[in-house]
């Protein structure tokens, strides 16, 4: 998130040392961290995890505790609005570098990865809609999207099929001659790579434009995939700035105030 959460002051008290952060009325243990961190480093990716002393294992450190307060700042939030983890809401799918770089990639994790957080993503973006002139304005803007190729299902003559053709893979004059033919002709001999070539097209696809009617929904289902990532993320960036503190050594990775800052926004 990019939001910069309060940094606690530095406090004396022992307990208070032990604790990495607070969101709301809970607190994120270092033993916590710990943990996450040793679960890190017994795993699959363990060789390429920094050394623990240097400062890109300290920064490691600061990212876990955003993960994790991310997490408890989920379950405060589902929990005041009565939600538990629905078992049929289904994840949104790999994480992709777009769907990171629109939400944040802690809170794109985070919602990939828990149930919760997709039933709390669900119910606080229940309300967004997509605009019908968005949606036509997208398809005007990229018909290249929209826009098939004309094709060609080709045989040997007689024989086997060679599967479907799109006008520019072929070359010269066997592609001149099979896209001039129509559905059922048989061509040839033609020269071509390989050829001489004699075949017989067996389907024809004209290509062109699909119908904005025939893309609609998908569009709309894409864009409003979009907006609702957009919304969750503003929404839970507000609830982090309210409510979540970080301890001395625990700053967000992007802070300049701590010695390891090397990331930034």
Known sequence: MSVAPQVAPDAPDASVAQVAAEVGDRVVAVSD???REAELRAGPLAARLPHPRAAEGRNLR?????VLVTEALVEE????LGLVAAGDRPRSGPLTLPAALRTGGVLAAVTVSMPLARELRAVVTAGVRVPEEEVRAY???NLDRFTCPEARDVSRAG???LGRVRRGELAGPLEAAVFSAAEGEVVGPVEGPGGPWTVRVDAVEPGGVRAYEAVREDIASELSSVAAERAFA????HRYAEKVRLRPGFEHPADPRHADATHRH
């Open 234 to 237: 503003g929404w839970m960036e």
């Open 139 to 141: 398809y005007d803007r």
């Open 159 to 161: 024989g086997a099929s």
């Open 77 to 80: 939030e589902a929990a005041a």
């Open 62 to 66: 600061r990212w876990l505790v955003q």
């Open 33 to 35: 961290v710990d943990a």
